[in-house]
Every structure is written in C-alpha cells, then in structure tokens.
C-alpha cells in the first residue's frame, strides 16, 4: 500500500517536472519562433519602405518625364502658332497687294479705254480729214489701197499664187488620176455606141411599091399598128421610119424587114407579123433589163423595175445608148466607191438607175430626174439609192458620198470622146457661148473656143490689163463659165497677154 502509494507519488511528481519542463521547452521555442516573426516582419518593412523609396523614385521620374513632353508639346505648338502667324500675316501682305495690283489695273484699263476712246476719235478726225482731203469714200480708199499694194507687190503676189495653185492643183490631180484610173481600168467599155437607127435598108427600089400597097392601104397599116410614119421618098433602097418613141421605131423596123424577107406584103400579114415582134421587142426589153441586172450584180430589183430598165436599151441620149451608159454609171461610181470607203452596193444601184425616167419621160411629163424618183419610190427602192440617184444632174444637192460618185461617174461617161454625138446647132451654140463670156469683159482682144469647146484661149490687151489681173481675169472667167453653162467634163480657159513692141530702123 505503502508502495503502491509512493508509486502514486512519483508518477505524479514526474507527470508535474515532464510538465514543466514541456513548458520551459515550449516556451523557448515560442521566443525562437517570435524572434523569427519580428524579424520576418522587420525584414518585410525594409522590403516595403525600399520598394517604396523606388516606387516614389519612378513615379517621380515619370512625373518628371510627362512635365518635360508636355513643355516640349507646348513649345510645338507655340512654334506652330507662330508660323501660322507669321503665315497669315505673309497672306495678309499678299492679300493687301493683290488689292493694291486690282486698283492699280482697275486704274489702267480705264486709262486705256479713255486712250482708245481718244484715238477712235482722232482716227474718225483723220479719216474724216483724209476724204475731206482726198473726196474718197472708205470703200473707195480701201479699193486705192489694195490696187497699190497690187502694182507694189505684184510679182510676189502672184509667184506666191501660183505656187500655191500648182502645188493644189498637182496634189488634186494626181490623187484624181489615180481614183479616175482604178476605176475606168476596172470597167472599159467600148468607145463605139451604139446608135439606134430608124433606116430600113431594101434589097430593091421594086419592093417600095410594095411596101406602100394599093391606094396606100400597105403603108397606112403599118402606120397605124405601130403608131409611127414611114417615109417612102428618093432615097435609094431605103426607107425612114419616123417617130418620137424609140420602142415603136424598133417594133416597126423589125416588122418592116419580117415583112420584106416573107415577101408576103397584106394588111393581115401586117397585123400578125406586128403582134409578132412587139413580143419579141418586149423580150428583147425584158432579157435587156435582166442582163444589166446582172453584170451590175445588183439583187433584190423589182421585175417592173427590171422591165423598165430594159427599155432604155432602146432610147438614146445625144447618141449614146442610154442602157450602156447607165450600165457604165453603175461600174464607175462602184469602182470609185470602193477606193473612197463609200457603200458600193448604194452607188452601183443609183448608178444603174439614175436614168430610169427616161425609159417613160416621152409619155409623162416633167424632168426624167423627177419621173425617175416617183418611180423607184413607187417601187420601194432604199431611200439612199434615191438619194445619190437625184442628184446627178444637180438638180438636187449631193447629201452623201455615193451622190457626189453617181454625179462624177455620169460625168466621165458622157464626157469622154466617143461617147456621146450633139448636134451641129447644139454644138455651135455652145461655142458661141462659150467666146461670148470672154469677149464681153473689158481688156480683152478676142477669144477662141478650140477642142470641140474643152478650151478657151483668151487674148488680152496689154496695155490694159497687167499680169496680175491676167491672173484674176483668167480666174473670172472661168467661175463666170461654171455659173452660166452647163457642160460636161471641164473647160480649160488660157488667158495669154502678149506685148510686142515694133521699131522700124529708117
């Protein structure tokens, strides 16, 4: 018990020393850990007040940086305030300037209208003074004055017209040769035309009896039938149908020689062989028109169109067969289209019918120029074909190209030689014209119109009319020409001024 006791005691007292000595134990490691957390806490204020001290360090250098931007910022702007002063007050200066420069010509224009008022005045005075002086009207004094600088400078006046006239004239010429050569080589007719008779030739004087019948009932048949007169007259072995429509000229000659040849001369037979060859002419018209058609290579033609075509083969202009022209026309102004860009298939299509009217101009009234535009608007044929067709005889304006190339193919056609026959009073009668222009001007001597009307010749006084006004005069004459006649091709006009001068040694 005793034991058990003391036992009890000595657990006790070392449960109480184990108890304190922890405490003691516990204690030192609190101060141990302490100490560490003062100085963690020391260490970290030292850490604060460095980052602290750099923290206020940057923010006053970066105060430090933004007060120096921004002084550099307002020293721009002060620079620019300054230019742009310095600036409005150059423009103020210039502005102020212009002003003055606006006043100053403001000034001077009104000084130059009052020097211009006053010189108009003085001018008026003078000229006023000079035909008070001289008793000349200004377009008189002004007629002086070009007729002296004329006899002053008269020789380089006209070198200078001629030279420029040859150099024109050469460049025209050539390039027309060249588009007339092309064109005539691409279609050359013959030059012969092809004249349209109204002579029946007779085997024998025997068969005029004949022809006449017994108490005329023969020749008036045919006369009557075919609506023309046959002349029985002197004239060996031949009669004459006379008649003013070629197609019944042609209808009673080829009657005329069926009857001859048959023998058989009788009112009856007259009547049927007729019948029989106006349908045979009227073939002949059809096939005539059709064949022209196409060597033109021209479509879409009306056959009544085509019909009346045909006709012209049996009408004649001055000679020339009128078919053959127009087909000639058509071949030109085709050739000549294609050189100059123009629309060939208009100009061979005017070509071919420029002169339709006159397949029915002995039967209608008005120019066949007329009568042939009524008839292809009739037929519906393009308004441009009308157009270039209208104009060849000027009787209309040219509009267009292809017109300008019917009018010159027309020309060259009926111009050149061969091709057409006048007769001798037409032709007379132009010649005498032709003298009569020239012969009426003042200063000229005589003149002679030589190559069948082609040329002028002109002789001038000299002592009445110098060579400057030759040149002038020779230029007159030929627009007073253009204007007063109407002709084909061209008419040369030469002016010559010869001065002789005779001494006779005694």
């Known amino acids: 018990m005793t034991e058990y006791i003391f036992g009890i005691a000595i657990f006790l007292a070392g449960l109480g020393i184990g108890y304190w000595i922890r405490r003691a134990i516990v204690v030192r490691r609190a101060g141990t850990i302490e100490a560490k957390v003062q100085k963690m806490v020391a260490e970290a204020k030292q850490r604060a007040q460095h980052t602290l001290f750099?923290?206020?360090?940057?923010?006053?250098?970066?105060?430090?940086?933004?007060?120096?931007?921004?002084?550099?910022?307002?020293?721009?702007?002060?620079?620019?305030?300054?230019?742009?002063?310095?600036?409005?007050?150059?423009?103020?200066?210039?502005?102020?300037?212009?002003?003055?420069?606006?006043?100053?010509?403001?000034?001077?224009?009104e000084k130059v209208k009052e020097i211009k008022e006053s010189l108009e005045n003085l001018k008026a005075q003078k000229i006023e003074e000079l035909q008070r002086a001289a008793r000349l009207t200004p377009e008189e004094a002004k007629s002086e004055l070009f007729l002296v600088l004329e006899r002053n400078y008269e020789k380089e006046l006209m070198e200078k017209m001629r030279k420029l006239e040859a150099d024109g004239e050469e460049k025209l010429k050539k390039r027309a040769q060249e588009i007339m050569t092309l064109a005539m080589q691409r279609y050359a007719a013959t030059l012969a035309s092809e004249i349209t008779t109204t002579t029946v030739l007779l085997p024998n004087d025997e068969i005029k009896g004949r022809i006449i019948g017994k108490e005329g009932r023969n020749i008036r048949a045919i006369e009557k039938l075919t609506g023309v007169e046959v002349i029985v007259d002197d004239t060996p072995e031949a009669v004459v149908i006379s008649g003013f429509d070629p197609i019944r000229r042609q209808i009673a000659k080829l009657t005329l020689e069926k009857l001859i040849s048959d023998g058989r001369i009788q009112p009856a037979r007259i009547e049927e062989q007729v019948e029989k060859s106006t349908k045979e002419i009227s073939n002949q018209i059809k096939n005539s028109g059709e064949q022209a058609v196409y060597d033109c290579q021209i479509l879409g033609i009306n056959p009544k169109l085509t019909f009346l075509l045909g006709r012209l083969n049996f009408?004649?202009?001055?000679?020339?067969?009128?078919?053959?022209?127009?087909?000639?026309?058509?071949?030109?102004?085709?050739?000549?289209?294609?050189?100059?860009?123009?629309?060939?298939?208009?100009?061979?299509?005017?070509?071919?019918?420029?002169?339709?009217?006159?397949?029915?101009?002995?039967?209608?009234?008005?120019?066949?120029?007329?009568?042939?535009?009524?008839?292809?608007?009739?037929?519906?044929?393009?308004?441009?074909?009308?157009?270039?067709?209208?104009?060849?005889?000027?009787?209309?304006?040219?509009?267009?190209?292809?017109?300008?190339?019917?009018?010159?193919?027309?020309?060259?056609?009926?111009?050149?030689?061969?091709?057409?026959?006048d007769t001798l009073e037409a032709y007379l009668k132009r010649l005498s014209d032709l003298e009569e222009i020239a012969t009426v001007i003042s200063g000229v001597e005589k003149a002679y119109a030589i190559q069948a009307g082609r040329e002028l010749r002109v002789f001038v006084r000299p002592e009445e009319i110098s060579d400057f006004e030759a040149q002038k005069l020779a230029r007159e004459i030929a627009d007073k020409i253009q204007e007063e006649l109407k002709y084909p091709g061209e008419i040369k006009v030469t002016l010559i001024r010869e001065k002789r001068i005779v001494e006779y040694a005694k």
């Open 315 to 421: 009408r004649t202009s001055y000679g020339q067969n009128v078919l053959l022209h127009s087909m000639e026309v058509a071949h030109l102004a085709g050739a000549m289209a294609a050189e100059l860009g123009g629309n060939i298939t208009i100009a061979k299509k005017a070509g071919l019918l420029h002169d339709i009217g006159k397949a029915v101009d002995h039967e209608i009234q008005g120019s066949h120029v007329d009568i042939g535009i009524n008839i292809l608007k009739k037929f519906e044929v393009e308004d441009e074909v009308i157009a270039a067709m209208k104009c060849h005889h000027e009787e209309y304006p040219c509009d267009s190209l292809e017109g300008v190339l019917v009018k010159v193919a027309d020309a060259i056609s009926g111009a050149r030689p061969g091709a057409r026959k």
């Open 54 to 109: 750099s923290a206020k360090e940057r923010a006053v250098k970066i105060l430090e940086e933004a007060k120096a931007d921004e002084r550099e910022h307002q020293n721009r702007l002060l620079e620019l305030q300054k230019r742009l002063e310095r600036r409005e007050a150059i423009l103020d200066d210039k502005l102020n300037s212009l002003e003055r420069k606006e006043t100053d010509l403001l000034q001077k224009v």
